[in-house]
DNA sequence: AACATAAGTTAGTGAATACTTACAAACACT
DNA sequence: AGTGTTTGTAAGTATTCACTAACTTATGTT
């Protein structure tokens, strides 16, 4: 699964794309003009269109993992919970192009394949934010009136929305502030409290 | 903004290619398939596919509008939180198509006008919601700890999500059980509770 | 020097797409 | 009876798409 320096530039290519055409801006022609080169000299770096995305996409997941892995290491359940969503904010804002490609959906139909590879990147999320979840309502930090599932797709909801709307807005606003707002909100909702 | 019968058979044929193909398999030629019929007498009844996936969607617009307008009706905002959802989920159950027309965002590419349309779509979502949930936390049933904006946003994600979820998983399995669950967990963190 | 390989080119292919044109039949209205 | 409108058809158009074939050139390797 290793990749050529070659095929990181189009893959890269493909981000840009991503981000200024969208879904259906990314076509093998609009490819080769970003990478100013011929059409088919893309075929002699992959065998496929759908091998680009997924090979686009599983960069992607193994990125997000150990740059959650590595940044995500207090030893605060809440504390974690912010490091956590930081990371993966700033991860979106610096690479803008990926919040098309996983929160589009819009690659969702394409093919069975891309299809498997957008959902490891949805687990990859998951396995990070679980066990933390657990450890908060063990501890008695995050509520335990609902279950760790059911906190957990809240939460992502949440992210996905955030994700959404900074989309179509064509990125304009700024993601950290909001970001971050959200992440208070949430933490303030999933906090066990005194009313 | 009146719609003929035929243009009415052509929309539910539209829809019925969503459920089935998803957002790629919406094309003319499928179009004139399942209304068998040529697929020059489509354009006899719009100008354009837009055209017809506008309709759709403000077709949808108005359908729920008018259904939560009549379905939610309580005075009690606990109460009309559940109907709200209630009667949201019974209609994507009897509509699947709808639910790939509107949240798949696969859509959300093809043009401005179908833009403004979905855009117009979460509005109304949002129409029904928000006195609802204003009320709720001047009564004091729904926290006053993040404000209206931020609770609407985290209810929808959620809602989304829960549609996304049974969506990939091809409306297999029953959304009123899992729907009324999620509505009941989001219940229980926004109200105002002891712990 | 001879050859192999990697990485590019030009020029195409066939399939699919949204949409158009020219014509025909059914029907309503005068 | 004659005429116009509505709604259908068959046959096509231009464009776009992913992908391919055949050839070229630069760079090692033996």
Redesign the interface.
């Given at each position: 699964m290793d990749i050529t320096p070659r095929q990181f530039e189009i893959i890269e290519a493909a981000g840009k794309i991503l981000t200024s055409s969208?879904?259906?801006?990314l076509t093998i022609k609009n490819l080769a003009k970003e990478m100013q080169f011929s059409e088919s000299a893309i075929y002699r770096h992959f065998a496929s269109k759908e091998e680009i995305i997924v090979a686009m996409l599983n960069f992607l997941a193994d990125s997000i993992d150990s740059r959650l892995t590595n940044a995500v290491r207090s030893s605060d359940p809440e504390q974690r919970f912010k490091e956590l969503f930081h990371e993966q904010i700033s991860f979106f804002k610096k690479n803008p192009h990926f919040v098309v490609a996983v929160f589009?959906?819009?690659l969702?139909?394409?093919s069975q394949l891309i299809?498997e590879a957008l959902?490891k990147l949805m687990n990859i999320k998951t396995k990070h934010l679980m066990p933390l979840i657990l450890e908060g309502q063990q501890k008695g930090v995050f509520?335990n009136?609902?279950?760790t599932d059911?906190l957990i797709?809240?939460i992502?909801?949440?992210?996905?929305?955030?994700m959404?709307k900074w989309r179509?807005a064509n990125f304009q606003f700024d993601i950290t502030r909001s970001g971050d707002?959200?992440v208070q909100?949430?933490l303030?909702?999933?906090r066990?409290?005194?009313?």
């Open positions: 969208g879904v259906r801006g589009s959906d819009g969702m139909e394409e299809n959902l509520t009136a609902i279950t059911e797709h809240i992502m909801g949440t992210f996905k929305l955030q959404f179509i707002n959200m909100s949430i303030t909702l999933i066990t409290r005194q009313i």
